[in-house]
């Protein structure tokens, strides 16, 4: 029995559901609200406890299988910031020496949480750079110093095979939220690329 409800953990319910039913799942929570997804999905509904544990299934800090989920985003721009000058909203940020920083896509809109400014760092070509100042609605800075980072380069937040791979426990302790918490604002708001 599988645990679907709030799409899947953020997972995506349609995607989920699939990769059960051919495992050999028949059995599965859905939220009320899931309808037509559910009847769908070849799953038969039922309200009796999950026996799989979705920390397993999907990978969250503290299970013994890999992330399921890769979070990432794009740079859209990188600009020189000085020694002193700061970065984004309210400046909680200034640089101690001259820097360079991009912008980069995801934001608390999409449910990047706030608390991550200051705090956590993403990951650029193979390497961890911090984020800093506040995370925007729709943005965040990122300090890549003098990395050679372009327009258009992929940001992985968490998730994927690189150092960023099991960032999501940083975020976890950074934010005070659970792993269910993150993925399902995340999944929820966030577009979602299905792959193999």
Do not use: Q
Request: proline residues 6%; negative net charge.
């Amino acid at each position: 029995m599988i645990d679907l409800r709030r799409d899947a953990w953020g997972h995506g319910l349609t995607w989920v559901a699939g990769i059960a039913h051919d495992a050999g799942i028949r059995h599965a929570i859905f939220d009320a609200s899931a309808g037509r997804s559910a009847a769908r999905s070849g799953l038969t509904p039922c309200d009796e406890p999950a026996t799989i544990d979705p920390a397993r299934l999907f990978g969250w800090p503290g299970a013994d299988t890999e992330p399921v989920m890769r979070v990432a985003g794009r740079v859209l721009s990188t600009k020189e910031l000085r020694a002193g000058e700061g970065a984004s909203y309210n400046h909680t940020h200034h640089a101690g020496t001259d820097t360079r920083v991009a912008l980069v896509t995801g934001g608390f809109g999409h449910g990047i949480p706030r608390a991550l400014g200051n705090e956590a760092d993403v990951e650029i070509r193979g390497r961890l750079f911090p984020i800093i100042g506040r995370v925007a609605m729709d943005v965040c800075v990122v300090d890549i110093g003098y990395a050679p980072i372009r327009h258009g380069e992929e940001v992985v937040y968490f998730g994927g095979p690189g150092p960023a791979r099991h960032a999501l426990a940083d975020w976890t302790r950074i934010t005070g939220w659970t792993a269910a918490e993150l993925v399902c604002a995340l999944g929820l708001r966030a577009a979602r690329e299905e792959t193999p």
